[in-house]
């Protein structure tokens, strides 16, 4: 959950890491609102002063973790395909990547989308889904779809990305019984099965 940081002073990058698992770790314990400077620099074993050398305060330090976690997902959603394939092919191979990076990630992400402690990851994550479902509705979906069924093109999109995202809070919560390959291809089998039905 690191971003680039080839330019950035490895002492800089190893306390910001030892600062945002402090974080995590005492949000798997207590509500945000519970969790002072104090205690995180306690927990990453640092001063309270280098704290505020990376942070203006806990929400800015969310604010910037949430950045990094979009940067990371934009970073996936931008990679080329494995080799030339089917646009389904390509689709599969970009749902795997996100949810091996979800599963590479666990700790992070059942703390940020599983609980309720930290609505802004949740926030910024179902804004990506939208934006990466409104692509796809728009490129795959004509006007005339939504004229003959009545459906309206903002409601497909609103459902697209809260199914999404409400999937994966739950393959989280149940601690991940499926793997991010099986999970990946029940997504593709959703969409054909819809897609079917649509004809």
């Known amino acids: 959950m690191e971003p680039n940081t080839s330019r950035t002073d490895p002492r800089v990058v190893r306390t910001r890491h030892m600062l945002k698992?402090?974080?995590?770790?005492?949000?798997?314990?207590?509500?945000?609102?519970?969790?002072?400077?104090?205690?995180?620099?306690?927990?990453?074993?640092?001063?309270?002063?280098?704290?505020?050398?990376?942070?203006?305060?806990?929400?800015?330090?969310m604010e910037k973790m949430a950045d990094e976690m979009i940067d990371d997902f934009q970073r996936i959603l931008h990679e080329s395909p494995e080799k030339a394939v089917s646009k389904e092919e390509s689709d599969l191979q970009l749902m795997t990547r996100i949810l091996e990076h979800i599963a590479d990630n666990v700790k992070f992400f059942k703390?940020?989308?599983?609980?309720?402690?930290?609505?802004?990851?949740?926030?910024?994550?179902?804004?990506?889904?939208?934006?990466?479902?409104?692509?796809?509705?728009?490129?795959?979906?004509?006007?005339?779809?939504?004229?003959?069924?009545?459906?309206?093109?903002?409601?497909?999109?609103?459902?697209?990305?809260?199914?999404?995202?409400?999937?994966?809070?739950?393959?989280?919560r149940k601690d991940m019984p499926y793997s991010p390959q099986f999970l990946a291809k029940q997504f593709m089998l959703l969409r054909t099965a819809a897609e079917r039905k649509r004809k």
Do not use: C
């Not at 609102?33 to 995180?40: A, E, F, M, P």
């Not at 692509?135 to 609103?158: H, M, N, P, S, Y």
């Open 111 to 172: 703390v940020v989308l599983a609980s309720k402690r930290t609505p802004i990851f949740t926030e910024r994550m179902l804004r990506l889904l939208t934006e990466v479902v409104t692509d796809k509705v728009e490129r795959q979906l004509d006007e005339r779809f939504f004229a003959e069924t009545g459906i309206r093109k903002d409601i497909v999109i609103w459902y697209g990305a809260s199914a999404l995202i409400g999937t994966i809070v739950s393959w989280l």
């Open 21 to 61: 698992t402090a974080l995590v770790e005492l949000l798997e314990e207590m509500d945000i609102d519970k969790i002072s400077v104090n205690r995180i620099a306690e927990r990453a074993t640092i001063n309270r002063v280098t704290f505020y050398l990376h942070y203006k305060d806990i929400p800015d330090m």
